[in-house]
């Protein structure tokens, strides 16, 4: 990976990979001194799951989740042409290490159980 990205026409340096999802890679960046998040969309093949449009389908998932109230970093910027998300950068463990240390916030667990349970009357609309 190259040490800058341009995400349309401005000049992130990378610092460091955050990680690597089913859709792309989450990099650490900055910008005039300011952490931020870039994720580049891959097109690497992912037994499990089919894509479409990958980058589309990676905004109308923020908007969707972000539409029922959801806790998310927010999502500065786009650039479909080189298929870049910018987003802010919140230090700190992840969800996923908070759980394995049992340390989730019980804020994160009842949105987890607004989730499921949008999740469930979604599905129930489409039950025949």
Do not use: W
Not at 26 to 37: E, F
Not at 67 to 90: A, N, Q
Not at 106 to 117: F, P
């Amino acid at each position: 990976m190259d040490d800058i990205l341009y995400v349309n026409n401005k000049k992130y340096t990378v610092i460091k990979l955050l990680g690597k999802g089913k859709g792309g890679y989450s990099y650490l960046a900055q910008i005039d001194n300011h952490d931020i998040v870039v994720k580049q969309i891959h097109h690497e093949p992912c037994s499990y799951y089919q894509f479409g449009n990958k980058i589309e389908a990676e905004i109308n998932d923020y908007k969707r989740l972000q539409s029922i109230g959801i806790s998310l970093p927010k999502m500065l910027d786009v650039d479909r042409v080189t298929e870049r998300i910018v987003k802010e950068y919140i230090a700190g463990d992840t969800a996923y290490e908070m759980i394995l240390k049992d340390k989730l916030p019980e804020i994160c667990l009842c949105q987890i159980k607004e989730m499921l349970s949008f999740v469930i009357s979604s599905e129930n609309e489409y039950d025949v």
